[in-house]
């Protein structure tokens, strides 16, 4: 059977850029090979949502995996704290956050503790304390960043953040965010934690030493983004198809994991413009030999575009294009599938993500194609997929491979 490498460039759509001769970065980027893979593929537009809708990253991730975000999101919290390692279980209120530094009046003064070089020594202080009855499980993350999970009775997600999101700004108490008794419950929980991290935290070593060399301390747990972690189906088991990933951001990493892919770690992926694109181009052509399904995520499309900058984002997209050349032979040969599309538009003049429909391109085994020979936002209008919605992009996947499920007999 074919195996399906499954590429996202993330907010890949864009607009039309003056400093780009009026053309989209992806269009104004020299890109031979995704070219290539339109010409002898098939191509669309597609609305990973649906129409009208300007998605986040983590929702148009699940409906471009097959999954119902109204039935399967969970919010940003578990993801995050499974992209970090953290095992979850369903209950679970899940976490993000960072070591931060606050003053003797709970001001922060540093979300992110001058970048201090690892959490996990205060990360284990909190891991195995219990609340209230409620255990509290921990996971580092890189630098600042750490993630926590509660696991016990009468929680809830609805609580809200203990980040102020701004330095100079005073630490939070989480509140309920509904009139339930769970979400009251947990907000004091997670109060009662933030103190205990404080007062834990300041007298650590690794602070004395800070103090001493004038670096800001890490004094303190600024968390955000609970969520629920929910009982979803692994992947494997709605599509019958064993799926890895090979991604740089956690989030990304996060959503593969909480759906049961094997996640894998590229020494390189750093999630920004200097990720080493053929380090991950490699690594999924090798997982291809034994997964049938391989997600392969790429970051810099977006935030690139978030900062404003589409020379930049045209010219990651020429990077990344050079180190897919392997792909080119192999769906020619027709011995793969590969599936290229974007989670959304982020477009650069904007610097937001938008409901503009992201082009799409199919190529390898099994496809029909059509006229279109490059790929970018305009050329794909003329495209053989038409508009496609991305709940349909697994299903048409697995009608190339010849598994799709009958419909009546
Ligand atoms: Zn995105």
């Known amino acids: 059977m074919r195996p399906i490498l499954f590429i996202i460039f ?139 999970a509660l696991r016990g009775e009468r929680l809830s997600p609805h609580i809200s953040d203990v980040d102020p999101h701004l330095a100079d700004h005073p630490l939070l108490l989480a509140a309920p965010l509904d009139a339930s008794k769970e979400a009251a419950f947990t907000a004091s929980v997670v109060n009662k ?39 979803i189906k692994p992947f494997h088991e709605v599509y019958t198809l064993k799926a890895a990933c090979v991604a740089g951001g956690g989030l990304y990493k996060g959503i593969a994991r909480v759906l049961g892919m094997d996640v894998y770690e590229v020494s390189g992926a750093t999630g920004k413009a200097n990720t080493d694109a053929v380090g991950k181009v490699n690594k999924a052509l090798e997982l291809l030999q034994k997964y049938d399904f391989v997600f392969l995520h790429f970051k810099a499309t977006d935030s690139l575009a978030e900062d404003g900058k589409p020379l930049e984002k045209r010219d990651y997209i020429e990077k990344v294009d050079k180190a897919l050349a392997p792909l080119v032979p192999l769906a020619q040969k027709r011995e793969m599938i590969v599936s290229v599309t974007g989670d959304h538009t982020t477009a650069s003049d904007l610097k937001v993500h938008t409901a503009d429909e992201v082009p799409i391109l199919i190529s390898g085994y099994g496809v029909r194609t059509d006229y279109v020979n490059s790929f970018g936002e305009r050329p794909c209008q003329e495209g053989g997929l038409g508009h496609m919605e991305g709940r349909n992009l697994i299903d048409y996947l697995l009608n190339l491979r010849g598994e799709l499920a009958l419909y009546g007999n």
């Open 10 to 148: 993330d907010g890949l759509g864009d607009r039309l850029i003056p400093q780009l001769g009026n053309k989209t970065p992806l269009e104004a980027a020299a890109k031979p090979n995704l070219d290539r893979l339109a010409e002898i593929g098939i191509t669309g537009l597609i609305h990973t949502i649906k129409r009208g809708i300007r998605p986040g990253s983590d929702v148009a991730h699940l409906s471009l995996l097959g999954y119902d975000p109204k039935h399967n999101y969970m919010g940003r919290g578990p993801f995050e704290a499974a992209g970090y390692g953290l095992d979850l279980e369903a209950g679970d209120i899940a976490l993000r956050g960072n070591l931060g530094t606050v003053n003797s009046e709970n001001i922060v003064i540093d979300r992110r503790a001058g970048r201090i070089d690892s959490s996990a020594p205060f990360a284990k202080l909190l891991n195995g304390l219990v609340i209230d009855g409620v255990t509290v499980i921990t996971q580092a993350g890189l630098n600042h960043r750490i993630a926590i």
């Open 193 to 231: 934690l933030v103190a205990k991290a404080h007062s834990l935290f300041e007298s650590h070593s690794l602070n004395k030493e800070r103090r001493s060399k004038n670096l800001p301390v890490a004094n303190v747990l600024l968390l955000r983004g609970a969520g629920e972690m929910k009982d």
